[in-house]
């Protein structure tokens, strides 16, 4: 059962914008930490953007002033808006968070199943 999905990928042309959301399972109870990561053809996944667990952000290099993560804790939701995109930013992108279950106290980590950016014109 995936316990976190990604939405908001698809085709967009250079220059464009795209928000992405990562929406955890009503079976959790609160997600900590959440981050976007992508896996660009033939290479290594990456970090993207994520939340530390004292609630600040770090962002890859390639994306600082083009990229912004945001969340809705009460829905346990994280987002990822993307603006100026260029063709470097074409990957799948990962959603990834420390999941807690209601009546649990152990933190788990998990991935969603990805959603696929092309950046092309």
């Known amino acids: 059962q995936v316990q976190l999905v990604e939405s908001g990928g698809g085709l967009v042309q250079p220059g464009g914008s795209l928000r992405l959301s990562c929406a955890a399972s009503r079976s959790i109870f609160r997600i900590y930490a959440p981050g976007w990561y992508r896996q660009p053809p033939g290479k290594q996944r990456e970090l993207v953007a994520a939340f530390t667990s004292g609630g600040s952000t770090n962002y890859a290099d390639s994306v600082k002033g083009r990229f912004t993560i945001s969340r809705d804790t009460a829905k346990n939701t994280v987002y990822l808006q993307m603006n100026r995109l260029t063709p470097e930013d074409t990957a799948v992108y990962y959603c990834?968070?420390?999941?807690?279950?209601?009546?649990?106290?152990?933190?788990?980590?998990?991935w969603g199943q990805g959603t696929q950016v092309t950046v092309s014109s």
């Open positions: 990834h968070a420390d999941i807690r279950y209601y009546g649990s106290t152990v933190n788990l980590g998990s």
